[in-house]
């Protein structure tokens, strides 16, 4: 999981020394952002496990299932959903738990 992120942010470095001089038009880090939105998710249901609802849930709690968590946000959590969503330079991704499916483009 780790790996994962450390790949996604050295081709987030990589893409932004490469566009320095253009400005990044939104949706152009989305893959990233999902990558990182998906990330996330273990943490949340680790978190349900553990407390039996999603209210209160934030990234600081969720860090204490998962350090490597950078940039993710809980937009909402309730007592039986959440949305977790994340932001890379403009370009959006969200996942609405507990059986969102998969994470999509845009926020919460």
């Known amino acids: 999981m780790r790996a994962r992120l450390l790949l996604a942010l050295l ?14 038009q939104a949706g152009t880090y989305t893959p990233i952002a999902m990558t990182m939105t998906r990330e996330a998710v273990p943490a949340a249901e680790a978190f349900f496990y553990d407390h039996n609802t999603y209210a209160g849930m934030t ?4 860090r204490g299932y998962d350090r490597g968590l950078s940039s993710v ?36």
Do not use: M
Request: some cysteine.
């Open 73 to 108: 946000e809980v937009a909402q959590a309730s007592k039986k959903g959440y949305c977790l969503q994340t932001n890379v330079l403009g370009s959006w991704a969200h996942y609405a738990g507990p059986n969102g499916g998969r994470v999509r483009a845009g926020r919460c």
């Open 59 to 62: 990234i600081a709690k969720l």
């Open 11 to 24: 081709c987030l470095t990589l893409a932004s020394v490469v566009t320095a001089s253009a400005p990044a």
